[in-house]
């Protein structure tokens, strides 16, 4: 059997309510908890004491209206579902009962036991389907609003705090929180949210004290509470030992990951934390799902806001920090906004529609996502590695390559993601044997320069990669039939942000021919640029088999 409704009788006949909850009782498909009133006003305050599932609301009552009992059930307790019962001749306001909010209306001289039954088992599931349909509404609407902060803001303070303000308000918990760990694996509470009628009880001191003297104990209202749900998925058995040592009841526990990339392992670097301190509580499945896709979101702030925090360092010492901030700010919001708005359309429509789908607009979807994904990435990507040109930080990994295997496969990538208007071809000459080289700069400086030659080819054409050798030095160049670059933006075009006057409405963050020429320089080699506005552009790369000084 389901777990009992409880249910609201509002019906000055004794001999009536005791009619209906017979008839209730009888009912094999559900169980209910059955409260009586005789008065419109007891019957509300039964309301402001009890969760009420629904409502058998008497037209006529001695104190009040059954229609004024009505709106003020639809004021303060719109999940609350409600019946109207009504005398034979009265369907009219019956019907002025429904459009004031009622789920529906019975006859009282035409009532049956199985006609109630189906009736309040039904009024009560579209309630719970409507309330259900608000609270997805409102986790969306947080979700999106949070998005939109990180989007728009790299102030991660400000973010978090929104963050535990909007759980608090959203799961109706009495504590939200973000505990952020330390490299000892120490840590402290860094945003918090609290309802008034606890906040004398978590006074930050206290709760800091069992934090760091118990590491996972949270005192609550003079008790010690147990963890109802703990999420560890993706974590090392470390991390799963830490956050199992979080014993505190009635709240949920979901840990912020950053990291996870092919080149970083998952971080365990904080908790996002909703307490129910008044009384115990059994966490939904839906609010589970709102909190993961809470933390989602916050490990994206945190990587917006630890970027932030690179850049600034590297800049002081350049004495630009104010333009830069200014310009990754603008870069970031601009160039994350068209992606994440595609992503999210394509999540929403599979999630809405993915059963009518049929297979081929599904992988479509899938491949939209994944797509871009890997555009996000490679653009955090790159403003993570020209912050690192900036610090002086960039460190060669030199290993022997095979620079014509290497360049093969770097075009057979571009040519998947290229259009039918492009042609990409390789031509070798002279001896390319015996070249080291950093593997991963290397791809960052010659997948700009080609991926540079397909976008700004927009209406297609030839692309020309040819790679000459001879005993100390290897030469690439690569020519496209593009737009080209006007001749008075060429002498900026390597600095950060810079781009072409002439690029109208083509996408790019002005970074990657900057990080084009920090891996040349890096590897002791050269760069040369020739371009004729409407006509193309070269570029030629010039790099020595064996890294000398700069590149050691």
């Not at 102030?155 to 952020?180: H, S, W």
């Not at 040819?466 to 593009?482: F, N, P, S, V």
């Not at 600095?495 to 109208?504: D, G, I, L």
Request: proline share 2%; aromatic share 6%; hydrophobic share 40%.
């Amino acid at each position: 059997m389901k777990n009992p409704w409880t249910l609201l009788i509002v019906d000055d006949s004794s001999a009536d309510r005791a009619i209906y909850k017979r008839y209730l009782s009888q009912d094999p498909h559900q169980s209910y908890i059955v409260v009586e009133a005789s008065y419109g006003q007891e019957g509300l305050d039964i309301c402001k004491e009890l969760d009420v599932d629904a409502i058998l609301l008497d037209l006529l009552l001695p104190d009040m209206s059954g229609l004024q009992v009505l709106g003020f059930v639809q004021q303060h307790y719109p999940q609350i579902a409600v019946v109207m019962l009504t005398a034979h001749g009265d369907e009219q306001v019956a019907v002025r009962a429904m459009k004031a909010g009622a789920q529906d209306y019975l006859v009282k001289d035409q009532l049956k036991k199985d006609t109630l039954q189906h009736t309040t088992r039904n009024v009560i599931h579209q309630a719970q389907l409507q309330h259900q349909l608000r609270k997805n509404q409102e986790q969306q609407l947080l979700i999106s609003r949070l998005a939109f902060q990180i989007r728009q803001s790299l102030e991660l303070e400000e973010t978090l705090n929104t963050a535990v303000t909007e759980v608090r308000y959203l799961l109706e918990c009495d504590r939200a929180l973000i505990y952020q760990f330390s490299k000892d694996m120490s840590g402290t509470i860094i945003a918090e949210s609290t309802a008034k009628d606890v906040g004398s009880v978590l006074h930050q001191t206290v709760t800091d004290t069992y934090f760091q003297t118990h590491g996972a104990e949270e005192y609550c209202q003079g008790r010690k509470m147990i963890v109802a749900d703990i999420y560890t998925a993706g974590l090392d058995p470390c991390h799963v030992d830490l956050l199992e040592q979080f014993n505190v009841k009635a709240s949920l526990v979901i840990p912020i990951l950053t990291g996870g990339d092919r080149h970083t392992p998952f971080t365990l670097w904080g908790l996002l934390v909703a307490h129910q301190c008044s009384s115990e509580r059994h966490w939904r499945a839906d609010e589970i799902q709102v909190m993961d896709a809470l933390s989602i979101h916050l490990s994206i702030a945190i990587r917006h806001a630890e970027l932030l925090a690179q850049t600034q360092a590297a800049l002081d010492q350049e004495k630009a920090l104010t333009a830069f901030k200014s310009q990754i700010i603008a870069t970031v919001s601009h160039e994350y906004n068209s992606p994440l708005a595609v992503i999210q359309l394509a999540v929403e429509t599979l999630k809405e529609h993915y059963h009518s789908l049929n297979e081929a607009t599904r992988e479509q979807l899938m491949d939209v996502i994944e797509k871009k994904t890997k555009h996000l990435s490679t653009l955090v990507n790159d403003m993570l590695l020209a912050n690192q040109a900036e610090l002086s930080q960039l460190k060669l990994k030199p290993t022997a390559i095979d620079l014509k295997e290497f360049l093969s496969k770097l075009i057979e990538e571009h040519e998947l993601m290229g259009s039918d208007r492009h042609t990409l071809s390789l031509n070798v000459r002279g001896e390319i044997e015996g070249f080291v080289g950093d593997f991963g700069l290397l791809k960052q400086l010659f997948g700009n320069l080609l991926s540079n030659a397909i976008k700004y080819s927009p209406e297609g054409g030839h692309v020309r990669i040819l790679l000459r050798g001879d005993a100390t030095h290897l030469t690439c160049q690569i020519k496209d039939e593009g737009i080209g670059i006007p001749q008075e933006d060429q002498k900026r075009l390597f600095q950060p942000f810079s781009r072409a006057s002439n690029v109208r409405s083509i996408a790019g963050t002005g970074l990657g021919l900057h990080i084009v020429k920090v891996s040349t320089e890096l590897h002791g080699g050269t760069i040369h640029l020739e371009s004729q506005e409407g006509k193309g552009t070269c570029f030629s790369v010039s790099l020595p088999k064996h890294l000398n000084a700069t590149g050691a």
